[in-house]
């Protein structure tokens, strides 16, 4: 990343697409990760939010306490929610701050939120089973997800199982659910579908605000049923639903949230890793997995250049 910093820095000369040459910085405008990396690379402790003026408190913790003292800095650090790293790899990338570019992420935020909480709170009132048998009652349509092998024993989704569970489920529970949970169900589902889209303005960005106050008007509601019970007594103090009070301030200023989701390196992942590993003999992968994906770009390239009219130029 050293190249980066200078760029950003100094500047740097390339040519764009067209061959022109441009005078260009580098900033570190986002870094698109999962919560447990937000943490690290936000130099926080566990289960804190990572949208924080982190500098400021490793410089305090620093004045308070001499680093090469491990085990006190280490009982400072975790009074002030740090995790004891002191010199964070962005800190000299111009005057970037975690709060800016630790952009909100769809997949594994608002999804893994919903589908580890809300779905869990919905198990825990109605049961998995009364839960699996309204969703086998949908009538199956092409292009539409559905769940035959029981969605209350899943571990793990895909993004787009995500969405289709996200617009079924306030329908498959109302009349099962008490009301004041569906309104909750019905009004995050709201916030998560609102941040999703391509472009906002003033009134969408009042709607996402006014939901996320719905919320939090409803949730007392999921405790009173009795379904929702945090590992330390009964709270809502979730790190992923705390980062959803950043989403207004993030689209003012870095933009609409769909451009920072993570779906398409998670489906990178798929297709560059695991495919290969399972075609591979489990030795020496990395040889194999380059050799596989170089014959994969020679096909791609054979096969447009066989296309009439297209010549791709190796």
Not at 247 to 260: D, F, K, L, N, P
């Amino acid at each position: 990343m050293k190249n980066l910093k200078l760029a950003n820095h100094d500047s740097m000369v390339l040519s764009d697409p067209n061959g022109n040459l441009c005078i260009i910085h580098t900033p570190l405008v986002a870094w698109i990760v999962d919560y447990p990396e937000h943490l690290l690379v936000a130099c926080v402790s566990l289960k804190n939010s990572p949208i924080s003026h982190t500098l400021t408190a490793i410089h305090e913790a620093c004045a308070s306490c001499d680093p090469c003292d491990i085990i006190s800095f280490h009982k400072v650090c975790l009074a002030m929610h740090l995790n004891g790293i002191v010199v964070p790899f962005w800190m000299n990338w111009g005057d970037t701050c975690p709060s800016h570019f630790l952009t909100p992420e769809a997949l594994h935020q608002w999804h893994k939120f919903y589908f580890d909480h809300c779905l869990q709170w919905v198990i825990n009132i109605i049961g998995g089973k009364e839960l699996d048998h309204h969703l086998t009652l949908l009538q199956p349509r092409i292009g539409t997800c559905s769940w035959p092998n029981r969605i209350s024993t899943l571990k793990q989704c895909t993004s787009r199982e995500h969405h289709e569970l996200e617009k079924v489920l306030p329908v498959v529970t109302a009349g099962a659910l008490p009301d004041d949970v569906l309104c909750m169900i019905w009004v995050i589902t709201k916030f998560i579908f609102l941040t999703q889209k391509v472009y906002h303005c003033d009134e969408t960005l009042h709607m996402l605000t006014e939901a996320l106050w719905e919320f939090h008007h409803y949730k007392q509601s999921v405790i009173s049923a009795g379904c929702h019970q945090g590992k330390n007594g009964l709270h809502f103090q979730i790190p992923k639903l705390k980062l959803a009070q950043h989403i207004v301030w993030s689209t003012h200023a870095m933009g609409a949230t769909y451009q920072w989701s993570s779906n398409i390196t998670e489906r990178c992942h798929i297709t560059h890793v695991k495919t290969p590993y399972c075609l591979s003999n489990c030795c020496d992968f990395h040889g194999q997995c380059c050799c596989f994906l170089n014959q994969q770009e020679k096909q791609s390239y054979a096969d447009a250049n066989a296309l009439p009219g297209v010549n791709m130029g190796c």
